[in-house]
């Protein structure tokens, strides 16, 4: 191993990688310039723009404010892995359905935000689906349709959860 | 079929966004490329004495370090694109890196291209700058004195150009009734695109070709710009910009930096990326507005307005950027007497330099600064004869009955019914009922106050003549072209450049009406210069009418051609031939019909084609405007102002445009949010501030305030459909309607929240502290 | 924005943490959840030549009550402490105020220790650090050691903790049975720090005037601060709207209040007025005042 570099080892959307990394490599960087996955935007410095959130071991994190070596041994999803081989997550319907998305540059950090407040908060009413907003800047969308999105996720994933119920009901 | 002009179409870019497949620039990764990083200097004026890259250059991975004087003779300077008529313009060009001296913060001096983007950032530390710092002067008025810092030697008092235009005189306004005056100041914002700016160059050696990707909103105008620049062949220069993350004007400039990733890349012989951090970008990429705004109205006591005439001293910082001289000259003067019948208007214009990032548009341009001058004043008008504010307005409307409507500036309004707009956005709100409410709140010491605009912009800007006649150094037309493949499917190349207002997917819906194929068969090509014969890209709610009325135009060539070969297939004459949904029929015969398909399949196999016809299918455009188009409408706002702290609730907000017929309501509408929440933001939170050493103290987002979504209620909006006469599709544009209307809708409201209080003046942005003074020096001086 | 190259090495346990800083010789920090560091590094406003993580030593994660405190092991982070059982039960205010640091995904990662020992003069914790009189448990070479809260925070970003230690618990005093408080919190609107932050925890005894009152303040000067000037009007007074308006008038007295671009000190004095009356309101359990009062 080259002097000064750290082994790390993490799931990626799955899938294992391992890679010898300089301790100041940030999570970001890791994910777009040497695994490709250019999905996860970088908008600021300073951890308030949000473009680069990702799932890190089930929670929404800025990783841009992440180094690759806290990730060791973690388990990352980015907006590339969210959808599954049925189709695209609820969430990334809901911004296709209402318009939540223009330019499409902080999208795939605001889908990463709001997934990881409907795993914490399945029903949200508007007013905290806006202040678990806090972390992202959108520039173009004005977050209405956004916040529609973010509903009608929540609403397709609930119907989604019932009829999953009913149909557990029935097999009992 | 469906009626598919004026549906809700779900976007056609958004499978690849949502999934993170879309492609900007600094997602692409080429095989052995080097990053460049550009060390920007920390004065805001000093003189280079020595720059010393021996230590830069000797680091590990570190490939090439250049500065100013390393490009002389190799490289061209960054020009200005637009030179205001009669306006004696001191167009200093920008050196890409600087020579002799620094000229704002930020400004760059060197570049250090390595191995990869850790290297080149960690090289930029090892460059010794020695310099000489001088005093600077950021604010115009302060740069305008005598003795002030002089920017370029070139320009005497740091005026780069005066401009003026207009018919008021001093007679109409020492012989009005009423005269009201008031200066306002434009504050400076950061514009702020999500995705900052990034180049990539990719150079051939072998075929001369350079290809560069760029965040840009017109890829034919980099490519102009800057094969005169680079010392390139226009042919050998490929700019592509596909997917663009959001430009609001900021990515409508020629750059320096971008234009040095090219050069790097030439020198090298390997490709270059280059990424601003945001930090660069609060220093590096245009800023807008920052206007002082000196205003004077005159009418008479039943409310009728008379003349306006206003002295706008524009700050254009260091250098002249790509579009800013156009900026407070011909994209604000002209619209200052915005939707009413005035019959005398003037503006004077002087640009300044200032040792500050340069400016040049932001969402609406120019036009957001004349929209929210008028609208204050009209309030203050209505307040000094004591009138309700909306009644005012209702009294200097210009009619439904009296387009097109010549103006004092010279414009010819295309169509409108103001009055229309206004009803509904009052019904909407309430207006009436309100104002019974904000007065019992008053009496239990809530401070509520509603503010009404009613506006009236200019967009897609033409014909090319009109261009040039007011300095704009390039054609303001159109270019499209519509390629049916054999099969009937079809691709589109537009001019244009989208980048978030989702023209692939409401340009596919004009060629889908036009051809009766579903939206799915066409696909919109944009953002690459190889692929498109040229344009002039996406700004200045341009896009749709300009380039969308070109795409009408060549979409209906294509359509007489195929008349043509299905009456030759259905032996009948041209002019018996009706096209409705994707079917050639013969009049009086519906069972004799071509689908488009059909057509399109003989077109190509071109068996038997009428006599002197050429094969295949396609249709060109290369639109020019007759006019410009004139999108209005009225926006309310409902506030609620706390006094013991200063803080704005926003309670309502109600946004009724008119941008023609409506394409993609769900699009539009989306255009509307995003212009109403940047609107707000300069009213309430956005502003750059300098210090004495010219220093930006709201350099990142912890100091710079972006609208975040709690700060919003739900907007209501809705539409009215007013058809343009001045292209053929009647659309007059939506993308900048929300920010121009929504800023003075705001501030007018707060004033008129705070007017128990005797509050006239707030300087934006409204931060709670400048309202709470305000109403602490109302209450002391009551 | 990249930070300068450092050296890492991860720590097993709190002792080996210690030993890390030692040798490091003052050139190293800790790293627990990077939320605080990370973003001075990567403007290199800050450049450690090495950083040694605790993020994984998982004795100093944890809530529980012992005795008459509320523990937080240091790595707990602010999205753990806004939603846990025992804090939400015992100590409303301290969940009420993690849960207005930063945003959703800053909660995520950012930890209790971390913030404590950055020391921000805007930040939230420290401002409930004060009111719940706070304990700060620290391993350092000398030894275990126990600071208050009031003897913690020393400015802008300088602490008491000594050189070469691990901050490990926070600890937290239980207030009296029937005690109300609240975190009434004026945000920056760019960065979401407290240009003014009010940490407000008031018992009323049987006879019906106040009994307890803590109260402090974080965002108006260079170090948050204990409002015991507050305090003291309100001892023996009935929590009427007018004991609480005049006390709250004393919210300045206890710190050299600092201006900023966004709001003066002239400002900000008025603010911790206004911030403190809310807390104080809401703490008694009054509605908030008319606007235009």
Redesign the interface.
């Known amino acids: 191993m080259e002097a000064g570099k750290v082994r790390v080892s993490l799931e990626v959307n799955g899938k294992a990688y391992t890679a010898e990394v300089e301790p100041r490599l940030l999570l970001v960087h890791l994910l777009r310039d040497q695994l490709g996955l250019t999905g996860t935007h970088i908008g600021c410095d300073t951890s308030q723009c949000g473009a680069c959130t990702v799932l890190l071991d089930g929670q929404a994190v800025k990783s841009c404010t992440v180094l690759a070596v806290q990730a060791d041994g973690g388990r990352v999803t980015t907006v590339e892995g969210l959808a599954s081989p049925e189709g695209l997550h609820p969430v990334q319907i809901g911004f296709w359905e209402k318009h939540g998305l223009q330019c499409g540059f902080c999208t795939p950090g605001v889908i990463m935000t709001a997934v990881g407040l409907l795993q914490d908060n399945p029903r949200p009413t508007e007013e905290e689906i806006r202040t678990a907003l806090e972390g992202v800047l959108c520039r173009c969308t004005g977050y209405q349709n956004i916040v529609r999105a973010v509903q009608y996720a929540a609403s397709q994933m609930a119907e989604a959860d019932e009829r999953r119920e009913v149909a557990a009901a029935e097999t009992e | 079929m469906a009626q598919v002009f004026g549906a809700a179409v779900k976007r056609r870019e958004d499978p690849r966004l949502i999934t993170g497949r879309g492609r900007y620039t600094e997602d692409v990764q080429l095989p052995g490329m080097l990053y460049a990083a550009i060390l920007r200097s920390p004065h805001a004026h000093a003189r280079l004495v020595q720059v010393d890259t021996a230590a830069a250059a000797a680091a590990p991975g570190v490939v090439a370090v250049f500065t100013g004087r390393d490009l002389a003779g190799k490289m061209g300077t960054i020009p200005t694109a637009w030179l205001p008529p009669d306006s004696d313009i001191k167009a200093t060009a920008h050196p890409a890196l600087a020579v002799d001296k620094v000229r704002y913060v930020g400004d760059g001096v060197a570049m250090v291209v390595a191995e990869n983007r850790y290297a080149a950032r960690d090289a930029l530390d090892l460059i010794r700058v020695e310099y000489e710092v001088l005093p600077a002067v950021t604010e115009q008025e302060a740069a305008l004195q005598p003795g002030a810092p002089l920017v370029h030697d070139d320009a005497p008092g740091n005026v780069a150009f005066r401009w003026r235009a207009g018919n008021a005189t001093d007679e109409v306004f020492t012989q009005a009734e009423v005269v009201v005056r008031q200066r306002f100041r434009q504050q400076r914002l950061i514009p702020n695109p999500m995705e900052p700016r990034a180049a990539v160059a990719d150079y051939n050696a072998s075929t001369g070709e350079l290809t560069l990707w760029l965040t840009s909103q017109n890829p034919h105008i980099h490519r102009l710009l800057l094969a005169g620049i680079l010392g390139l062949p226009e042919h050998k220069l490929r700019v592509v910009a596909v997917d663009v993350g959001g430009g609001f004007g900021a990515k409508i400039a020629c750059y320096p930096d971008e234009a040095l990733v090219g050069f790097a890349a030439m020198q090298l012989g390997r490709p270059v990326k280059w990424s601003e951090d945001r930090r660069e970008h609060f220093l590096a990429t245009t800023h807008g507005r920052d206007m002082v705004l000196d205003v004077e109205l005159a009418g008479r006591r039943d409310g009728t307005i008379t003349a306006i005439r206003v002295r706008n001293t524009a700050n254009l910082g260091a250098y002249l950027s790509t579009a800013a001289p156009g900026v407070p000259t011909i994209l604000f003067g002209l619209i200052v007497p915005g939707p009413y019948q005035i019959p005398y208007a003037a503006v004077e214009v002087t640009g300044v330099f200032t040792h500050t990032t340069p400016t040049d548009a932001y969402r609406g341009a120019g036009r957001p600064e004349a929209t929210y001058l008028l609208e204050r004043m009209v309030d203050l008008f209505a307040r000094t004869i004591g009138q309700d504010p909306v009644a005012v307005r209702r009294k200097n409307l210009i009619p439904a009955d009296a387009f097109p409507y010549h103006t004092a500036m010279g414009l010819q309004y295309d169509s409108g019914n103001y009055q229309q707009a206004l009803d509904k956005a009052l019904a909407m709100a309430g207006y009436a009922d309100f104002r019974e409410e904000q007065a019992r709140l008053r009496q239990q010491g809530r401070y509520l106050g509603v503010g009404v605009t009613t506006y009236v912009e200019i967009c897609g800007l033409g014909p090319s003549q009109v261009a040039g006649a007011v300095g704009f150094q390039g054609g303001l037309w159109e270019s499209a072209t519509v390629r049916v493949h054999p099969t009937g499917k079809v691709t589109v190349f537009t001019g244009t450049s989208p980048h978030g207002q989702g023209e692939e997917t409401t340009f596919a819906q004009i060629v889908a009406a036009k051809f009766g194929i579903p939206v799915e068969d066409i696909e919109i090509v944009h953002g690459d210069t190889h692929r498109i014969a040229m344009g002039w890209g996406t700004y200045g709610s341009r896009t749709t009418p300009v380039g969308g009325s070109a795409l009408a135009v060549a979409a209906d060539r294509v359509v007489e051609k195929a008349r043509a070969i299905a009456a030759h297939m259905l032996e009948a004459a041209a002019e018996d031939i009706e096209f409705a949904e994707g079917q050639f029929t013969v009049k009086g015969a519906p069972g004799r019909k071509a689908s488009f398909q059909e057509v399109a399949l003989q077109a190509y196999l071109a068996w038997n084609l009428p006599a002197g016809m050429e094969p295949a299918l396609e249709g060109s455009a290369f639109y020019d405007p007759v006019n410009f188009v004139y999108p209005f409408g009225t926006h309310v706002c409902i506030v609620e102002v706390l006094p013991d702290t200063g803080e704005v609730k926003l309670l309502r907000y109600i946004a009724v445009d008119d941008p023609g017929p409506v394409i993609n309501p769900m699009i539009a509408e989306g255009q509307v949010h995003g212009g109403v929440v940047q609107g707000i933001g300069q009213a309430l939170w956005e502003g750059a501030q300098y210090d004495d050493q010219g220093q930006l103290v709201t350099g990142t987002f912890m100091d710079y305030a972006l609208p975040k979504a709690h700060f919003f209620p739900n907007l209501e909006t809705a539409f009215t459909e007013t058809p343009s006469p001045h292209n053929p599709l009647g659309v007059k544009g939506i993308g900048e309607t929300g920010t121009i209307a929504a800023t003075p809708t705001v501030v007018n409201a707060v004033l008129d929240a705070l007017a128990p209080f005797g509050v006239r003046e707030i300087d934006m942005p409204l931060t709670p502290e400048r309202v709470w003074r305000a109403i602490q020096s109302g209450r002391d001086s009551a | 924005?990249?930070?300068?190259?450092?050296?890492?090495e991860r720590a097993h346990s709190v002792a080996e943490a210690v030993d890390l800083l030692q040798q490091a010789g003052g050139a190293a920090k800790l790293?627990a959840g990077?939320?605080s560091l990370?973003?001075l590094?990567?403007?290199?406003l800050s450049a450690p030549a090495k950083?040694i993580?605790i993020?994984r030593l998982d004795e100093l994660r944890g809530v529980s009550v012992v005795g008459e405190r509320l523990f937080v092991g240091a790595l707990t982070t602010h999205?753990q402490v806004a939603t846990h059982p025992l804090v939400c039960q015992h100590l409303p205010v301290l969940a009420e105020a993690a849960a207005q640091i930063?945003?959703?995904?800053?909660r995520?990662?950012g930890t209790v220790g971390g913030n404590l020992a950055h020391a921000d003069a805007a930040s939230d914790l420290p401002a409930v650090a004060l009111a719940l009189e706070a304990q700060l448990h620290v391993q350092s070479p000398a030894g275990d050691e126990v600071f208050a809260a009031e003897d913690f925070f020393l400015g802008p970003l300088v602490t008491a903790l000594p050189e070469y230690g691990v901050l490990r618990a926070v600890s937290f005093a239980l207030p009296p049975s029937g005690a109300r408080s609240c975190y009434s919190k004026?945000p920056?609107?760019?960065?979401?720090y407290a240009v003014v932050g009010v940490a407000a925890v008031v018992a009323v005894g049987a006879r019906g005037t106040v009994e307890f009152a803590r109260v402090a303040v974080t965002g108006a000067a260079d170090v948050p601060y204990r409002a015991r000037a507050v305090e003291a009007v309100l001892l023996g007074q009935p929590p009427q709207p007018e004991v609480l308006r005049a006390a709250a008038g004393h919210a300045a007295d206890d710190g050299a209040i600092a201006g900023d671009?966004?709001?003066?000190e002239a400002?900000r004095r008025?603010?911790c007025a206004?911030m403190t009356e809310r807390a104080l309101r809401r703490a008694c359990g009054l509605a908030d005042?008319?606007?235009?009062?």
């Open positions: 924005m990249i930070p300068k190259a450092f050296a890492y790293l990077g939320h990370l973003p590094m990567k403007l290199r950083l993580d993020s999205h930063g945003d959703p995904q800053v995520n990662r004026f920056h609107p760019a960065s979401g671009a966004f709001a003066s400002y008025h603010l206004v005042a008319a606007a235009g009062a």
